[in-house]
């Protein structure tokens, strides 16, 4: 019922609160959500920093693993092939073969 000398006013229905843009909306509201959204931001921010700092620490360990291991693969070639020149070495001894190099001094050219 209207007063007299003022209007009837329209009911709200969802559809006009939600046509208004600036319905629900205050200053004091608007900062609130900036805020939390501003914390949450740097709250992931850190959260991915952490994990990038502990993803290098990771490479950077197994970076040394791996060259821990290759000088160990290395050191292995190393000593196999030391070891297969040996035993080369007493066979030749062993079966009474002279090397190639002695060869070459006693046989004439």
Known sequence: ?????QP????????????SPLAGYS???VLHF?????RRFERDRNEWEIE????????AFLEGERRGMENVKTDLLRR??????ALR????DEAGFTPRSELRKVLPP
């Open 27 to 29: 200053i004091p509201g």
């Open 1 to 5: 019922m209207a007063q007299q000398g």
């Open 34 to 38: 900036i805020q939390i959204e501003w």
């Open 80 to 85: 196999v092939k030391m070891l297969e020149y």
């Open 8 to 19: 009837a006013a329209a009911p709200q229905t969802p559809l006009t609160a939600a046509a």
């Open 89 to 92: 070495q007493e066979r030749y």
């Open 52 to 59: 990038r700092a502990d993803l290098k620490a990771r490479v």
